[in-house]
C-alpha cells in the first residue's frame, strides 16, 4: 500500500511517520527543507503545546471545538512532550502551561518531527504539488517534475497565512478539486488596528492587564500581555481575541483596557488619592510615576482632559474620577485587523461536516485525509494550534496507516 502525504509541517511530518507503520509513505514539501513555518513560530522559540487537561484543551479552541474531541484525547498534549523528547529534543513548561524546546530553537522541534519520520522509512521528495485526481481506482498525483499514484493521499498543506513559508492555499484548490467545500477564510491571531492615533505609544508593552472586545450585543475578556504597534495592539491577549471578532463587523467593535484589573474602582480611586496626596505639591503630569509607565503617561493625560501643569491639590473629584474611569476603561475604537497573510494561522478551511472526526478521512473520497491547518479548526495563543496540527494528523496517520 503506497500513501502520499502533501505537506512538511508537523500536521504532515506526524501524518507521515505514523502512516509508515502500515504503508510506502512518500511525503511531499514544496520548500528546499521541511518545517519552514515552524521555524518562526513562538519568535523563533517554537510554543509546540500546552501542558492542560484535553477538557481545558478544548475550551481555547474558538472553531469547531467538537470535532476535535477524539483527535485531542487520542493524541494528548503530553503525547506530544513524549514524541519531542523521545525524538532527543528536551523540552520545559513556562507561565500558562505553554511547553517550549528547552534550547529556546524551534528548528530542534522540526528536527525532532524530521527525524521521527526519517525513523519510520518515509520518504522526502521536495516538489510542488499541482494537482491531484481520481484515475482507476487510485489517486493521482501531478507535482511540478513527475506523476505518481497512491492508494491513499493525506492533505496538510496549511493555511494561507505567511505564504512566504510555503502555505499559499493551494491545498484548498487541491480539496476542492476533490469536491470538498472550504469555507470562507478569515484572519486569525493578528494584530488589531485601532481608528486612534497611537503612534506615541509604539513599542509599549503592557503585563496583567485585562483587554475586553465588544459589539454591544457580546463581549469577551482576556487577561495577561500586550504590546502597542504603530497603529494599533499586538501581544498574545490581543492576538487570542483577534480570533474571538474576526467574523464580526469590526468597525462596530471597541476595545478596551483595564489598566488595574487586581484593583476594583473604590480601592483604584483610593490609590490615586493616597499618591495625590504624596505628591500634593507636584504638578499632574509629574503625579504618575509610581502608577503608570513612563511613556504611557503623557497618553493618559491627554485623554484624560486634564491640565498637565494643574497642581495635584487643585485637581477637582469629578477630574479624579474621570483619570480613574480611564485607567479601568482606557478605550480604543476599532478600525481593522491584521490581515489574512500575517495571520499566525488561518481561521476556516476544509468544512468538517465533510470529514470523520475520528479518523480524519474525507466522507467524500475514501482514502482521502485532511490534516492540520487545512480544517476549519482554530484556537487561540499558548501552543494549541500546533497541538492541533499534531493531533489531526496523528489522527489521519494511525487511519491511513490501515490496510484498504
Known amino acids: 500500500m503506497k500513501t502520499a ?15 509508515a507503520a502500515g504503508s510506502d509513505v512518500t511525503l511531499f514539501e514544496r520548500n528546499e527543507k521541511p518545517g519552514k513555518k515552524l521555524y518562526i513560530t513562538g519568535k523563533g522559540r517554537c510554543n509546540v503545546t500546552n501542558l492542560c487537561s484535553p477538557r481545558e484543551f478544548l475550551e481555547k479552541v474558538v472553531r469547531n471545538p467538537k470535532f476535535l474531541y477524539s483527535a485531542i484525547y487520542t493524541f494528548t498534549p503530553e503525547d506530544t512532550v513524549n514524541l519531542i523528547e523521545t525524538n532527543g529534543v528536551k523540552t520545559k513548561t513556562e507561565r500558562g502551561n505553554r511547553v517550549f524546546p528547552a534550547s529556546d530553537k524551534a ?13 519510520a522509512g518515509v520518504r522526502f521528495v521536495y516538489e510542488h504539488v499541482v494537482s491531484l485526481s481520481r484515475k482507476d481506482g487510485l489517486f493521482r498525483l501531478i507535482t511540478s517534475g513527475a506523476e505518481y499514484f497512491f492508494d491513499k493521499v493525506i492533505l496538510a498543506c496549511g493555511g494561507v497565512s505567511y505564504p512566504s513559508t510555503g ?25 488589531v488596528n485601532f481608528c486612534e492615533d497611537v503612534k506615541s505609544l509604539q513599542g509599549l508593552s503592557l503585563k496583567n492587564v485585562k483587554v ?30 483577534s480570533s474571538l471578532i474576526n467574523r464580526l463587523d469590526v468597525k462596530h467593535v471597541t476595545f478596551s483596557i483595564d489598566l488595574k484589573p487586581a484593583l476594583d474602582y473604590d480601592k483604584l480611586d483610593k490609590r490615586v488619592v493616597s499618591d495625590f496626596t504624596k505628591f500634593k505639591n507636584k504638578q499632574f503630569k509629574n503625579s504618575l510615576d509610581e502608577m503608570l509607565p513612563k511613556s504611557l503617561i503623557p497618553y493618559i493625560i491627554d485623554v484624560s482632559g486634564i491640565n498637565p501643569d494643574k497642581p495635584v491639590n487643585s485637581v477637582t473629584k469629578q477630574e479624579r474620577e474621570k483619570l480613574v474611569n480611564l485607567l479601568k476603561n482606557l478605550s480604543f475604537t476599532v478600525d481593522s485587523l491584521g490581515s489574512i497573510a500575517e495571520g499566525i494561522v488561518t481561521s476556516g478551511g476544509v468544512s468538517v461536516d465533510e470529514v470523520n472526526p475520528k479518523t480524519m478521512e474525507s466522507k467524500l473520497v475514501k482514502g482521502l485525509y485532511f490534516a492540520g491547518e487545512m480544517l476549519d479548526v482554530d ?13 489531526t494528523g496523528f489522527a489521519a496517520g494511525t487511519s491511513a496507516s490501515k490496510s484498504l
Open 167 to 191: 502555505s499559499n492555499g493551494d491545498g484548498f484548490k487541491l480539496a476542492e478539486s476533490m469536491g470538498h467545500t472550504v469555507t470562507k477564510l478569515y484572519p486569525a491571531l493578528v494584530p
Open 107 to 119: 528548528s530542534d522541534v522540526t528536527k525532532a518531527l524530521v527525524s521521527n519520520a526519517m525513523k
Open 212 to 241: 475586553t472586545v465588544s459589539d454591544g450585543r457580546k463581549s469577551e475578556s482576556l487577561f495577561g500581555e500586550m504590546l502597542f504597534t504603530s497603529r494599533g495592539a499586538s501581544g498574545p491577549v490581543v492576538l487570542s481575541l
Open 379 to 391: 484556537a487561540l495563543t499558548g501552543g494549541f494550534n500546533i497541538q492541533i496540527a499534531l493531533s
Open 5 to 19: 502525504v502533501v505537506g512538511a509541517g508537523p500536521a504532515g511530518l506526524i501524518a507521515a511517520a505514523t502512516a
